[in-house]
């Protein structure tokens, strides 16, 4: 069977909890099915420092025999649970965060755990998920380690929307994620300074119901509006929020979603910066999936018509890549 042009990208790795293993891998599966392109597990091997080196002892396999094991009973587990996507599996060498990048030179979309750490406070090996997000040369998901229940009622996708080129790629990743999931699209703007141009705090709600609100609101239905042509089954729900930090609104408006997207840069900040402080943010301290979006491939391809039929099932590790 020949194998799909480009691939889901998933980061696993033995050490990671359970669940949250299991979430990120089924994440990854369903937007491989999506997409119609492959699922791609990467597990990092740890590389041994060249002066620790003749300190470790020999053993027969060691760690990589070990990983390669574990790895092909990911690959055959996920294959059996989604029959309809080809499923492979690499080893690479090196930091998780640098395993997984290198392992991604065909991504579509790159999923990866949250990191437990920022929430603590630990950063000891610095941020995987982070860094992922702000290295990445295609859109990433970021899959939390643990959710709280959703509410009853419609499911929703939240996307930030600011004007920017980076919130364009956002809105339209946004719409294809609500039409997958039957949900309801929530565009949202958060006014980022209560005292815009020296305003008072008491005249503020004068203001933003008047000509500030009408132009924010405007923006946001310039933002949406391609999109409803396109799907005109999305219901789209356009909220201004007023706020001094977009991240805390942006996190609170997304407490019942099932997904919050923004894009990788927003209109604001410093252009040499690899990830704005909005998604850095979410992507730090959000307690739901968070998409971070970066136009190429992940958009192109969206929604490639499978030619042929269904994909059969198909396990392949591809080998250790000690790269």
């Avoid at 599966?29 to 300190?55: D, K, Q, T």
């Avoid at 406070?121 to 295609?138: D, I």
């Avoid at 933003?208 to 949406?224: C, F, I, K």
């Amino acid at each position: 069977m020949a194998e799909p042009d480009g691939e889901v990208v998933v980061g696993v790795n033995a050490a990671a909890h359970t669940t949250t293993t299991t979430a990120v891998i089924a994440a990854g599966a369903r937007e491989a099915s999506r997409l119609h392109v492959g699922l791609l597990l990467v597990y990092p091997l740890p590389a041994i420092p060249p002066w620790l080196a003749g300190l470790v002892p020999p053993r027969a396999g060691g760690a990589p025999q070990l990983a390669q094991q574990l790895l092909e009973q990911m690959v055959e587990k996920t294959a059996a649970a989604h029959p309809g996507i080809v499923v492979q599996g690499i080893l690479h060498s090196g930091s998780p965060a640098g395993a997984l990048l290198a392992g991604s030179d065909n991504a579509e979309l790159i999923l990866v755990a949250a990191d437990d750490r920022i929430r603590y406070g630990g950063l000891l090996a610095g941020p995987v998920s982070t860094q992922v997000a702000a290295h990445a040369r295609t859109s990433v998901i970021v899959v939390p380690t643990s959710e709280r229940p959703r509410s009853a009622g419609p499911a929703k996708v939240v996307v930030g929307v600011d004007g920017s080129r980076g919130s364009a790629e956002a809105v339209a990743f946004a719409f294809l994620q609500a039409r997958a999931r039957s949900a309801q699209l929530h565009a949202i703007h958060v006014w980022e300074s209560p005292n815009w141009h020296g305003l008072k705090p008491d005249l503020l709600p004068a203001f933003t119901a008047g000509p500030l609100h009408a132009a924010v609101d405007q923006m946001l239905r310039e933002a949406t509006a391609d999109g409803e042509i396109t799907y005109p089954d999305v219901t789209v729900v356009r909220k201004v929020l007023y706020g001094d930090n977009p991240v805390r609104a942006l996190t609170n408006a997304a407490d019942d979603a099932a997904l919050v997207v923004v894009g990788a840069r927003g209109g604001g900040g410093f252009g040499n910066l690899l990830l704005g402080s909005i998604s850095d943010g979410l992507v730090r301290y959000a307690t739901r999936m968070v998409a971070v979006v970066r136009g190429g491939r992940s958009r192109g391809r969206v929604e490639r018509p499978v030619v042929g039929g269904s994909v059969g099932p198909e396990a392949a590790v591809r080998g250790i890549g000690m790269h």
